[in-house]
């Protein structure tokens, strides 16, 4: 399965395959594999992400997934399915996951769609942020930040479709 990553990622696997409390009752051998598949994901693709964005004030290459992970996977997603559910969520704000990487991309699309609108993500990931909007609205332990985007992002009319 290594071969699905980039080599610099492949220290993290050791550190994120072994996500604490996914172990738990109620969390699915597929969940666990989505949520840890998204955490390496993260910690490899944000920072170019972050650069992307800062370079073309825009979206132009597949990443939409691993940014605005919802509870269903993406239907052309590379390199396995990632979503999250209510019982996973939390593992991508522990002090190993990418969180500060994950804020800092999701903070540079909301300053993109301020200034420039929803075109700066193309219009086939518009239902991807509703969806993404839906489920963390809904998630009880969202911290402030997260929070902060979700209200940011809520201001503009995402189709589900």
Request: charged letters at 25%; glycine letters at 6%; one cysteine or more.
């Amino acid at each position: 399965q290594l071969s699905h990553y980039p080599e610099m990622c492949w220290p993290w696997l050791g550190v994120m395959l072994n996500c604490s409390g996914l172990g738990q009752p109620g969390v699915s051998s597929r969940s666990r594999a989505a949520v840890e598949t998204l955490l390496i994901r993260q910690r490899c693709e944000l920072p170019k992400i972050l650069k992307e964005l800062e370079l073309n004030n825009r979206k132009k290459t597949h990443w939409i997934w691993w940014v605005f992970p919802t509870d269903m996977p993406g239907s052309s997603e590379p390199g396995g399915e990632t979503f999250v559910t209510i019982e996973t969520a939390a593992e991508l704000f522990k002090t190993d996951a990418s969180a500060t990487n994950w804020r800092s991309v999701l903070e540079k699309v909301c300053e993109l769609c301020e200034e420039r609108g929803m075109r700066v993500l193309p219009r086939i990931d518009h239902g991807r942020v509703h969806f993404f909007l839906k489920f963390w609205q809904t998630y009880p332990d969202s911290p402030e930040w997260l929070q902060d985007v979700l209200s940011r992002l809520d201001k503009f009319d995402w189709p589900p479709r």
